[in-house]
């Protein structure tokens, strides 16, 4: 056997099916139609059903090969060699950490691409420039590796498309300035509200949260997040249903009486009361603000905010959530999360360890409703924190540092979604996807390639394919853990259904496998 042969043999092996394959140039104006990724169901426990918990079932589940026969209509695929029409409508934390073992740098999950490599899964396409590789999926190793680039067979390379979307995306600085200065002043009035008055909302304070304040707010400042939160007299928390995230609030003995006793039944603090007592004062309060147009909108079923809308001077939506702060160390559902020992430092996660968590009136799934006295566990404020400190060393993206890219691909993952949910308005199937997704994906993506290396400006491109691949591995194995809350599955099914994940699986690989057109839209 020729030893040439033999070497390119055993190169397609290693690089697996995911490797793409070099084809003949295709007509003007044809595209790509991705094979439909497979989701494998995942049973519910006994306890699960019982409890509606959303805890992760630990299981290994194993991603079904698509059959190279079956190509329905609209469906998403890897790079394949079907050349058919597509129709792109139908393709869519306390002391406890302070002496803790080795980490890994990320929480199990789907494989990251090994950064810095530069070697070619396919055949060279001669005689075109051989542009920027992209990762391809290794089968063996369970890692990317470099493949052709995501330009190839596309009219516009989306190495060059991303910047011009990202300035697209960028704020501009008097917008910035105008919402802020509304929606401060009827934060402030509605603080000023709560202190004066003898309630139990006496003692309130302002914490600034959400994409705005976190500096990856994207389109237009019309979006707000603010906590009102108030510091929770000695509590017991005990976990609902086994889920790692929902609690019931019950009191510790407190000598000097209990503030929050008027909203206390069964020993349990009881959310709904709280959150209908603190909308009361709201809704009442926003009358009196002067120069605003401001009114209440309908309470959303299970939804621990308050959502205002400004309509004067500018339109704006702020949601108002009301939290608990608890001092002490974190609960033992947390003890595995916050894996940024590696991306960030051991020293800076037990700081992060140290400081209070958050519990918001947040209802737990129970069937086909809600246990509507439960309370959620909230890590905005640490969120908020890694965002604003996100290099791997200190002077990543500081006026004399090195400008990484980590936010711009957050800023473009949210942009993707919110740009499909908007295309598919009409249907239900992305209704329950969020930013927090997109979000949480980010953050295991950033430790599981920690370095600031790993993301530089000039590699956007990869570095972009990188969040989007794993991704759409957390929608095809149902498993997207919450980053504080590793127990705590986003993804499970008795919050987002199969069909759902699918679709959204779907056309974001219509979209990968395209160059993104979704981005030229609306």
Partial sequence: MDRRRGKATRTTSKAGPAAPKASAPRAKGSQMEPTESRVVPEAAPPEAQRCASTRASGSQRKKSAPDPQEMPEGGARGAGSYNGPLRAEDAVDGPAGLAEGPETPGAPGPPLPKTGSRRDGGARVAPERRPPP????????????????????????VGRKLPKVLEKLRLKRQEITEAADIVNKVMEHLLRRLRSVESEFKGVTLLRTGSYYEHVKISAPNEFDV??????????????????????????????????????EKDKLSASLMLNEFRKIIRNEIKNIEDTDVILEKKKSGSPAVTLLIRKPKEISVDVILALEVEGSWPASTQEGLPVSTWLGRKAKNELKLKPYYMVP??????????????????????????????????CCEADGVKCCRKDC???????????????????????????????????TCSQAPYDGDWQFKDLEFSFDRCVEYFLQCLRTEDLKHYFIPGFNLFSHTLIERANKEFLSKQIEYEKNNGFPIFDEF
């Fill in 362 to 395: 947040k209802h737990a799934k129970n069937g086909n409703g809600f246990q509507e006295e439960t309370w959620r566990l909230s890590f905005s404020h640490i969120e908020k924190d890694i965002l604003y400190n996100h290099g791997n060393s200190k002077t």
């Fill in 227 to 264: 906590m009102f939160t108030l510091k929770a007299p000695r509590i017991d928390p005990e976990e609902y249903c086994n889920s790692g995230a929902f609690y019931f609030v019950k009191f510790k003995r407190n000598p000097g009486g209990n503030p929050l006793s008027r909203f206390v």
């Fill in 134 to 157: 992209a990762p391809t999926e290794d089968p063996g190793l369970r890692t990317l590796v470099r493949a052709p680039s995501l330009c190839q067979g596309k009219a516009v390379c």
């Fill in 410 to 444: 957050l800023k473009l993952m949210k942009y993707l979604l919110e740009q499909l949910k908007t295309k598919f308005a009409n249907r239900k199937n992305l209704n329950k996807f969020c930013s927090y997704h997109v979000k949480t994906a980010f953050f295991h």
